[in-house]
């Protein structure tokens, strides 16, 4: 296949983890006889500094005309981001903006550790029991993220007020997919919620269940997030397979769910639209350890085996990536965030970590 692919680099650890990704797209790329043609453009805080926008014109105009975006974490240390107005901060001026333009409904974040590799875990080994292999699917473009947001005057701070709204059509499109994936994989849908207290959740299990209906080999199971919080750390295995989340707590419980296998560097993540998607790894731009070549590229990598997986329909190129990455830790080598007592030699940095995974991709 040809394609054009827009690259944001980001900020922070961005360009040296997105540097190693781009190696393992193009190993791919040279094996399996693709052609793509990158085309990087700035976005983030960096871009704020150089463009005065972290969202600017140029940089859309770069992502509406390629088939696919690959995007690095973005932001800066707390002191320099209080250098840009509020409106510029990369979140709110560059990652929802790229996330309702495209409007990318549907995030993927899987979140795995086999067996072999608990001593990744912050838990203890009989906790991640046979493994951990959860797909938790966040709505991304809807709920209390893209509500009206409404503040009192700056200067006598009365109250503030978050909108939280979900319709129908927004709830129904991302349900389907989660449940279209569990059929696919084979295991259930599990609908995590706060009916209980919201009436958002209430009107979302309503739908989820209605489209339940359509998937009756699918089993389903509704879960409280307090609830799921909680046995995320006692039983994270009873998780394994799909599993639903609203914006918000979407948001919380993937990054959860990163601690519990060990680190946010494993968590990885596919935004998917209807017409256009893009990829990104789940967590910051960790401006402490930037440029120290120590920062782990397993999510920024295995960013772009989603892209082949969810993006771009080519699921043995995203198997033969994913191979490669947890090749690498089956051999004994690890990165320096990740526990496990490994051999000091066995820590890889950031390049001797993606040209490994690219010499196992070669067969090498
Ligand atoms: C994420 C991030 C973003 C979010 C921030 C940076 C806006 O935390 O992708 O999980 O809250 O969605
Ligand atoms: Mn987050």
């Not at 089956?330 to 990740?338: A, F, N, R």
């Amino acid at each position: 296949m040809r394609k054009n692919i827009a690259i944001l680099e980001g900020d922070g650890i961005g360009p040296e983890i997105m540097r190693e990704a781009i190696k393992v797209l193009r190993a791919v790329e040279t094996k399996y006889g693709h052609q793509f043609t990158l085309e990087y453009a700035p976005f983030g805080a960096g871009a704020y500094f150089s463009e005065g926008s972290p969202f600017p014109e140029k940089t859309k105009e770069v992502c509406d005309r390629a088939d696919v975006i690959i995007k690095g974490p973005v932001g800066l240390a707390v002191e320099k981001m209080n250098d840009i107005p509020q409106e510029h901060r990369p979140e709110v001026g560059a990652i929802l903006p790229l996330r309702k333009r495209y409007d990318t409904y549907a995030n993927f974040r899987p979140v795995r550790l086999p067996k072999s590799l608990a001593g990744f875990s912050p838990l203890k080994a009989e906790i991640i029991g046979e493994g951990i292999d959860i797909l938790m699917i966040r709505e991304l473009v809807g709920g209390i993220y893209f509500g009206k947001k409404t503040e009192g005057p700056a200067t006598d701070l009365e109250y503030a007020e978050d909108e939280c709204v979900y319709t129908d059509e927004q709830v129904r499109r991302v349900a389907v997919i989660a449940f279209e994936e569990a059929r696919k994989l084979g295991t259930r849908m599990m609908n995590i919620h706060k009916a209980n207290v919201l009436a958002t959740s209430r009107f979302w299990n309503v739908v989820v269940e209605d489209v339940a209906r359509q998937y009756s080999d699918v089993p389903y199971q509704s879960v409280l997030v307090d609830n799921a919080a909680y046995q995320l750390v006692i039983n994270p295995a009873m998780f394994n397979g799909v599993v639903l989340l609203e914006n918000m707590m979407g948001d919380i419980l993937t990054d959860q769910a990163g601690g519990v296998i060990g680190s946010l560097g494993l968590m990885p993540s596919a935004c998917i639209g209807p017409d256009k998607s893009y990829v990104e790894p789940a967590h910051g731009s960790a401006p402490d350890i930037a440029g120290q070549n120590i920062a782990n590229p397993y999510s920024m990598i295995g960013s772009v085996a989603l892209m082949f997986d969810k993006c771009l329909a080519s699921p043995v190129e995203a198997g033969e990536i994913w191979t490669a990455l947890f090749a690498v830790f089956e051999k004994g080598y690890t990165t320096s965030e990740l526990g496990g007592g490994y051999d000091a030699d066995k820590v890889l940095s950031t390049s001797a970590f993606g040209d490994m995974v690219v010499k196992i991709i070669h067969g090498k």
